[in-house]
């Protein structure tokens, strides 16, 4: 069974369909790229899987279950994390707390436990496995800056380590690599390649092709809403019809 | 512990003490009885202060969770003969029935969720004004027995402090301590970054309920001892003009401060007491030390402390 399958999922807004009728399916285990031009939806899609809207028409099977009315915080309970093309992180609090931020589904249980009276699982424990996640992601040394303070880079940085707190079955990353130079987006490679291995499905956008073409396995392109190509990255870079919406305007 | 937290440390305990201390040096006197006021203000501004500084919740119709504990409360005490600490329980009951009343309004936000918190304050202080046989309208309800507690009945201004001081140190404990839980985590998070906090599994509309009902029980409390304390309420004292009082005490405070509450309450109350020769001109004065602390101080009088590390910063700069 594929971990994550999408039947005619569409969302329009108004007249205009943002996306339309995208099938398609994803393996446990797969680093999937999403490549299209401006405009061509991926964020909206992003958006639907992530419950941050709903779609207009079309179903999103995650795990084997329906999931596309639930909402946002119950999407992560299922095991679907994601950051943001546009970081949205908490300025006034210290990386550290950003990225325990993550783990807001266990910090709930514990506090239920707590009041049962079981095992405390504290705030601190959080804090030790956050302070590990952000080193794994490079951010040692920045634990205690708060996260208005960061450079760009970084922040995105704090939204990987924060979604990765919540332990997601399938990570969606709208262009992790933005606004980043060469070293640090290698850095992020090495990451995103290091998640399959510890239970991570990976789906991510980005316009950095080289990023793209040497860490996915697989690539969908998007173009206007639909679901244009769909093949490894030899396909794709092969494809005429990609050549046409896309690569070709940026070789 | 870092060097800061040990003085500020310090510093509240210092504080702690010479509010206690008060209550033996001031006995008997004015000064007492008006801080017993102002501390209970203080417990309805500090509930309203974590809807509206912890949570970004802009509630105008704070009045009426103080008006429905009181009423609450009251209504054991004089039908039921309970004592001091059931009232609480009842008043608490009470006000977070009201809370359930107001949570759908909490689907609006920003200044459209302000609107609908004030319509909600004036229809509760109608049904306040209106319901005499639960609340004896704007007459009032009289006659309402002095806290007991444990046995002890409390009377005269002295015990009555220490009892609101008493309510108001583990109100604010309590809130303390638990914006530094997982909780105060979550909520910073609501309202800092409301979308990193939904992709990071906070469910949004339940903490912002969540931070609704627990502001409600500090005023529910306060409406309890005020009427214990004065042992009258009357429903105008719930009124529109309450809330924005309480929401002013907030602002002037610090919005982003517990101990701001206090301190927003104790200017208030002062201006509305003291200045007797000019009582005409009460609110000119008030208005005008409202907007100069705002102009001074935007964050509030509890950014005290950090304005004057900023001037000191600033001369020793200049110096050099």
């Keep these: 069974m594929s971990l994550l399958e999408l039947t005619d999922l569409t969302r329009t807004f108004g007249s205009v369909a943002a996306v339309e009728g995208v099938e398609t399916t994803l393996e446990e285990g797969e680093i999937r790229g999403l490549i299209g031009p401006n405009g061509a939806g991926k964020t909206t899609l992003v958006n639907l899987l992530s419950g941050f809207l709903t779609p ?84 040692g040394d920045l634990l205690a800056t708060p996260a208005g303070a960061l450079s760009y880079g970084h922040v995105r940085l704090v939204e990987i380590a924060r979604a990765l707190m919540a332990k997601p079955r399938l990570l969606l990353l709208d262009e992790p690599v933005a606004g980043m130079n060469e070293a640090e987006s290698a850095e992020v490679a090495e ?27 697989r690539i969908s392109v998007l173009d206007r809403g639909r679901l244009i190509a769909d093949g490894t990255p030899e396909q794709i870079q092969r494809d005429p019809h990609v050549e046409d919406v896309y690569l070709g305007s940026l070789a | ?35 017993v006021d102002v501390l209970i203000l203080g417990l309805a501004a500090l509930g309203l202060q974590h809807m509206v500084g912890d949570a970004g ?8 969770f103080f008006g429905l504990g009181a009423y609450g409360g009251v209504w054991t005490l004089q039908h039921w003969h309970w004592t001091t600490l059931p009232a609480f329980g ?29 319509a909600f304050g004036a229809m509760m202080f109608e049904v306040f004004g209106q319901a005499v046989s639960l609340t004896g309208g704007e007459n009032g309800l009289f006659l309402i027995p002095p ?59 339940r903490m912002r309920f969540i931070a609704l009902a627990l502001g409600v029980v500090p005023p529910a409390l306060a409406g309890v001892l005020y009427a214990q304390v004065h042992s009258i309420v009357q429903s105008t004292i719930f009124d ?81």
């Design chain 1, 191 to 217: 990451i995103v390649r290091s998640l399959p291995a510890e239970g991570t499905t990976v789906l991510v956008i980005e316009h950095d092709m080289p990023f793209v073409m040497g860490l996915c396995s």
């Design chain 2, 240 to 320: 529109f003009n309450q809330s924005v009082a309480l929401i002013t005490m907030v602002i002037v405070g610090g919005v982003a401060s517990r101990w701001g509450a206090f301190a927003g309450a104790l200017v208030a109350q002062y201006v509305a007491v003291y200045p007797q020769s000019i009582a005409q001109y009460r609110f000119l004065l008030y208005g005008g030390v409202v907007a100069l602390l705002m102009i001074v101080l935007p964050g509030g009088i509890a950014s005290v402390g950090r304005a004057l590390a900023g001037a000191r910063g600033a001369l020793v700069r200049t110096r050099i």
């Design chain 2, 90 to 118: 009842a008043a608490i009951v009470v006000a977070l029935a009201g809370a359930v009343v107001m949570a759908p309004l909490l689907r609006l936000r920003g200044v459209y969720f302000a609107m609908a918190s004030f």
């Design chain 1, 56 to 139: 207009t028409r079309g179903h999103i099977v995650f795990g084997g279950e329906r999931i596309e009315r639930a909402p946002a915080h119950a999407r992560v309970e299922h095991g679907v994390g994601r950051t943001f093309q546009t970081p949205q992180v908490c300025a006034g609090l210290s990386t550290l707390d950003n990225i325990v931020l993550g783990s807001h589904r266990r910090l709930a249980a514990a506090r239920l436990r707590n009041l049962a009276g079981r095992r405390r699982t504290s705030l601190g424990a959080l804090r030790r496995e956050a302070a590990a996640v952000g080193g794994h992601v490079g951010l």
């Design chain 2, 1 to 35: 512990m870092s060097r800061r937290t040990v003085t500020r440390g310090a510093i509240g305990l210092a504080a702690l003490a010479g509010m206690y201390a008060l209550a033996p040096a001031y006995d008997g006197t004015f000064f007492l009885s008006f801080m």
């Design chain 2, 57 to 64: 919740v802009l509630n105008l119709g704070q009045a009426a």
């Design chain 2, 147 to 205: 806290p007991k507690i444990f046995g002890h009945v409390l009377i005269g201004n002295r015990d009555s402090y220490l009892l609101v001081l008493s309510v108001g140190v583990v109100c604010y404990a309590a809130f303390a301590l638990l914006m530094r839980s997982g909780y105060g985590l979550s909520l910073h998070a609501v309202r800092q970054s409301e979308n990193g906090a939904r992709a990071s599994g906070v469910n949004v509309a």
